[in-house]
């Protein structure tokens, strides 16, 4: 049997958003610059504090984080690069937990960041990946869409669900998000305009989509010790997992890594699914949602569907389910899309979420999933924060 060191005594704090914009012509190491500014300033130490540094980009490129070291002036001790991302938050907060325990590195800075303009996107696609350069792209598949349009055509044909299921998601993330004054999307979504949108790639609709857009998400990570010392609010790792490449002999990807390991997740914070006051899943489509409802135990696997018919998954709901729109409504900032439901928890439960608060939280799960290659995505994560008393 496995036995796992905790996460004892490891704290998270200081929440950045570089404000989202739709286009830019700044690259992404001015939005990583912007987000580490914001970290010092609020932080209240100096930038020479930061003696580790996680970096996750599409954009940055040719650069890796240790280019961003040069370009930003800082000269840490401990350094990750990790182009994972969706599932780029969690895994930085992995990895940096372990640097701060082992001693490694004091205050790590974790950052990601995109830019965005007219044809940024199509760029990137074309490069994402040798299946997307060889495999995909060359005869007409232009992204995700397709991919997503499969697995979710799949998902309701084997567990009967409908547009309306996903429409429930993408509807109550858009509550959401009009009270988060970071969002890209400022006006009220409907049932029936969620159904009523223009196809992108059947059954994958408008509304199902996220919005490429520029901007930065960034977090500390440190002991608790010095969390309290600095007079910052702050919020404890109660438990972490990753997983690659899981069922890859699925034919047709209806689960996710989260399932092989969720026991774990839940035994490291002595918790169950129902101890968990909100969930922040990583929403590029809203059949990804569903899927975490299931493999993090929230549901049985095919009771998503049913799930999300009983529950209110706003952030006064029964279930709040991406409180701060998700990417889904807040938009989509590239790799910074992974990092958002963790800037979004610590926020959650440090009382600093404003409007769209989840009364007297106490535990939030943060999930991540990233990488799509042909036929699947090959990153996933999830982490339980918690108040510290």
């Known amino acids: 049997m496995r036995r796992r060191l905790g996460y004892e005594g490891v704290a998270v704090t200081a929440p950045v958003t570089v404000p989202y ?15 580490l500014r914001s970290l010092v300033k609020t932080a209240g130490i100096a930038k020479d504090d930061i003696d580790g540094l996680t970096v996750s980009s599409f954009s940055l490129v040719p650069d890796t984080a240790v280019g961003v070291t040069q370009h930003m002036g800082l000269s840490p001790r401990w350094l990750d690069h990790i182009p994972t991302g969706g599932a ?49 792209y060359p005869y007409g598949s232009g992204g995700p869409n397709s991919i997503f349009a499969f697995v979710t055509a799949n998902f309701m044909r084997r567990y009967g669900a409908t547009r309306e299921d996903f429409g429930r998601i993408a509807v109550a993330q858009r509550a959401n998000a009009l009270k988060n004054p970071n969002a ?24 199902d989509c996220v919005m490429p857009c520029a901007g930065a998400e960034a977090f500390l990570v440190m002991r608790e010790e010095r969390a309290r010392d600095l007079g910052l609010p702050y919020v404890l790792v109660r438990g972490a997992i990753e997983r690659h490449n899981a069922f890859a002999d699925d034919p047709v990807m209806e689960r996710g890594g989260w399932l092989m390991d969720r026991d774990d ?38 009771e ?13 709901g029964d279930l709040p389910v991406n409180t701060s729109g998700g990417q889904l409504s807040a938009g989509q900032a590239g790799a910074a899309g992974g990092f958002l439901g963790m800037t979004e928890a610590i926020r959650q439960l440090t009382g600093q979420a404003g409007a769209r ?5 106490r535990l939030g799960l943060v999930s991540g999933f990233g990488m799509v290659t042909f036929d699947r995505c090959l990153c996933t994560g999830a982490v339980l924060l918690g108040s510290p008393s």
């Open 88 to 136: 780029s938050g969690v895994m930085s907060l992995r990895r940096a937990a372990r640097a701060v325990q082992a001693g490694d590195a004091d205050i790590v800075a974790c950052v990601a960041a995109d830019t965005n303009h007219v044809d940024s996107f199509r760029a990137t696609l074309g490069s994402f990946s040798d299946f997307a350069r060889d495999a995909t």
């Open 357 to 361: 608060s989840v009364p007297a939280a």
């Open 21 to 35: 914009v739709r286009y830019s012509t700044h690259g992404a190491h001015w939005f990583i610059g912007q987000a």
């Open 265 to 302: 997740l839940y035994a490291q914070a002595g918790a169950t699914p129902a101890d968990v006051d909100f969930l922040q899943p990583y929403d590029d489509y809203p059949v990804i949602v569903m899927l975490q409802l299931e493999d993090l135990g929230f549901c049985g696997k095919g």
């Open 184 to 207: 890209l999307f400022k006006k009220p979504l409907s049932m029936e305009e969620y159904i009523a949108a223009r196809p992108i790639s059947e059954p994958i609709h408008l509304f």
């Open 304 to 316: 998503g569907p049913a799930f999300v018919r009983t529950q209110r998954l706003t952030h006064d």
